[in-house]
């Protein structure tokens, strides 16, 4: 069973940097699509960026310029750093596996992070 | 706004069928497979249907999916109470080199 992991911190002042990380039990690091998604509180789900099964990262373009991505092949972790928040960056941020098969498809729980002065 | 459109909310009565829409464009739901995740309050989406129409082990037959054009559709028949969630429905966007997400309906079971 496949369960992913993520952990950071929850409450930020603006400008600071977001950092979150991922790692998941029972899959292997290799070979899968590694990506970060966030939901604004009563909106919709929006892609942050994504590390492919062939190591490629890819950003949404409208954060990139903010956007940190690493990846540890020895921890098998997969993390995430925002620059410069603002309240428009408050969201749960998830973390997301999916496999080259459609149906392998796995969700972190989330973690809320809230950017207040 | 999110790129894939959805109806904001849905509902029905127990037993009833509904259906949630989800819009797209040529650049995402007209060239790639369509997913359907569910999501209850305070948790992750969890995955609902894959490649337009399949479903997921453990997923009920009620739930069904299809897609023409550039447009996909979720429909839950013989609604049940434990229904009530948000709906997401997801697809790659070649234009943004990444994946897009509707805005996501909220099932109402009345």
């Known amino acids: 069973q496949v369960q992913v992991q993520q952990w950071g911190a929850g409450l930020l002042k603006p400008s600071e940097t977001l950092s979150l990380t991922c790692t998941a039990y029972g899959a292997s690091f290799r070979g899968y699509n590694w990506k970060w998604v966030r939901q604004p509180p009563g909106k919709g789900l929006e892609w942050i960026a994504e590390k492919d099964h062939s190591g490629t990262i890819n950003y949404n373009p409208s954060l990139k310029s903010r956007l940190t991505i690493s990846v540890d092949t020895s921890t098998k972790q997969f993390s995430l750093k925002l620059s410069s928040v603002t309240a428009a960056d408050t969201a749960v941020y998830f973390c997301?596996?999916?496999?080259?098969?459609?149906?392998?498809?796995?969700w972190g729980p989330g973690t809320m992070v809230t950017v207040s002065s | 706004q999110s790129v894939l459109t959805q109806p904001p909310s849905a509902s029905g009565s127990p037993g009833q069928r509904v259906a949630i829409s989800c819009s797209g464009s040529?650049?995402?739901?007209?060239?790639?497979?369509v997913k359907w995740y569910r999501q209850l309050p305070g948790t992750a989406p969890k995955l609902l249907i894959y490649t337009d129409n399949q479903r997921p082990s453990g997923v009920p037959d009620r739930f069904s999916g299809s897609k023409s054009g550039t447009s996909a559709s979720l429909v839950i028949s013989g609604l049940q109470s434990e229904d009530e969630a948000d709906y997401h429905c997801a697809t790659w966007d070649n234009s943004l080199n990444g994946p897009v997400f509707g805005g996501g309906t909220k099932l109402t079971v009345l």
């Open positions: 997301q596996l999916s496999g080259i098969a459609d149906y392998f498809d796995y």
């Open positions: 040529s650049s995402n739901i007209g060239s790639y497979t």
